[in-house]
């Protein structure tokens, strides 16, 4: 399985229709400060389900939607679409390529889809759960994440540790359970 192609449309800095293709192997996007590289990358998050809008470096989900600029005005809505080789069946459907794409718009309606039908959110974390993709699987660190990693006490690194191996939810449960 490996990422295809992203297309970013009204999405953050990326108000005309933009197209990434991916090869397997790596990718590197380049560009001055400013230039919308994290903006990619918080559109990937978006499209995977992402409903954090901290996560997205925003106050409010509608952020992400092109705010407009001195030359070109605001946009109704966002959409993001991923386009994902799944030959390998790595994903749970059986189509050798999956689309799924989302789209918000400014009136505050919400849309998902797969291959082109509508779908709901509960329908693309179902689909990425196994994968390794979607969200809570840590395959999207941020910038300034690995300095707080490197940074932090014995215990905050075990907390980071704890979590991406999934252990950290069952700690919680423990503590809940001897709580009462
Ligand atoms: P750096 O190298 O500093 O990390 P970057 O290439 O990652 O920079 P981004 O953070 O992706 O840059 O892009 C920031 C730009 O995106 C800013 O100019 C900001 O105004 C613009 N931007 C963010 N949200 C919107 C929006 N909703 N509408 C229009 N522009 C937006
Ligand atoms: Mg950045």
Redesign the pocket.
């Known amino acids: 399985m490996h990422l295809k192609s992203l297309t970013i449309r009204g999405f953050?800095?990326f108000?005309s229709a933009t197209t990434f293709d991916f090869e397997p192997g790596v990718t590197a996007v380049v560009?001055?400060?400013?230039?919308?590289?994290?903006?990619?990358v918080?559109a990937l998050a978006w499209v995977m389900g992402e409903q954090g809008a901290k996560t997205l470096?925003?106050g409010k989900m509608e952020?992400?939607?092109?705010?407009?600029?001195s030359g070109r005005a605001?946009l109704g809505r966002a959409q993001v679409t991923l386009t994902i080789d799944n030959t390998d069946g790595a994903l749970p459907i059986e189509y050798a390529e999956v689309t799924i794409s989302r789209t918000l718009f400014r009136s505050g309606g919400s849309e998902y889809a797969i291959n082109g039908s509508p779908a709901r959110l509960f329908d693309i974390q179902e689909l990425l759960s196994d994968s390794g993709l979607g969200r809570e699987m840590h395959v999207i660190v941020g910038?300034g994440q690995l300095d707080r990693v490197l940074h932090a006490t014995p215990e905050d690194r075990r907390g980071f540790i704890e979590e991406a191996a999934g252990i950290l939810k069952h700690r919680r449960r423990k503590e809940k359970t001897l709580r009462k």
């Open positions: 953050k800095s108000a560009g001055p400060n400013g230039s919308g590289k994290s903006n990619v918080d470096r925003g952020d992400v939607i092109f705010a407009g600029t605001p910038q």
